[in-house]
């Protein structure tokens, strides 16, 4: 899973830095402009728009995935926000009341990060197994996926249940993102089953 260190090299990229800047500044202007955020929190906030955008598919984020999205939301986070809010939890709730709006601008964003850290030449395509084939690709592409879609402590390869629209949530964040043709992450797909 993505952590504070991995953001921060997504950062030390000058493009990804300006275009996040620029991303930041209009959603400050459109929905928070007192809002308080780095860039590296901010782009933090744009990495856990997958994991809102599934809690919110079927109804509202319920406490349990409230926990499970702010605990990603503090690896992330630069300089760990134990003792004192969390600047990206803060700006979760900006981002839910104008989810609708942003979701797409904030995919757009992550699919030209991706499109510049995961090459596309090496990524895995004839493993059959999900681990394996994560294990033959750029390792970017694991931790994105990871961020995306799981909790702390589930395994790539783990069989889930997942209701019918948040399975179409997911291939829409994938399609958004870039990665839904891709191998592995075609593989990824089929470890989800669909709730009866």
Do not use: C
Request: without cysteine; proline residues 3%; glycine residues 2%.
């Amino acid at each position: 899973m993505l952590d504070e260190s991995h953001i921060n090299s997504v950062l030390k990229d000058t493009d990804i830095k300006d275009k996040t800047k620029d991303l930041r500044a209009s959603f400050k202007e459109d929905v928070a402009p007192m809002l308080d955020i780095s860039t590296h929190d901010f782009l933090s906030l744009v990495y856990i728009t997958p994991s809102l955008a599934i809690a919110k598919s079927y109804h509202d984020v319920n406490i349990f995935e409230e926990l499970s999205i702010n605990t990603k939301a503090r690896k992330l986070s630069k300089g760990k926000y134990f003792l004192q809010s969390d600047p990206v939890a803060h700006a979760i709730k900006y981002l839910l009341d104008s989810f609708d709006k942003w979701e797409d601008k904030f995919y757009n964003h992550l699919k030209y990060i991706i499109d510049k850290n995961v090459n596309e030449s090496k990524v895995d395509s004839k493993s059959t197994d999900v681990i394996e084939s994560f294990n033959n690709s750029p390792h970017d592409l694991a931790l994105v996926i990871e961020t995306f879609f799981l909790n702390e402590g589930e395994s790539i390869a783990d069989e889930r249940e997942i209701s019918k629209k948040e399975l179409g949530k997911v291939k829409y964040i994938l399609e958004k993102t870039g990665l839904s043709y891709l191998h592995p992450v075609k593989l990824f797909l089929n470890t989800y089953k669909l709730k009866e």
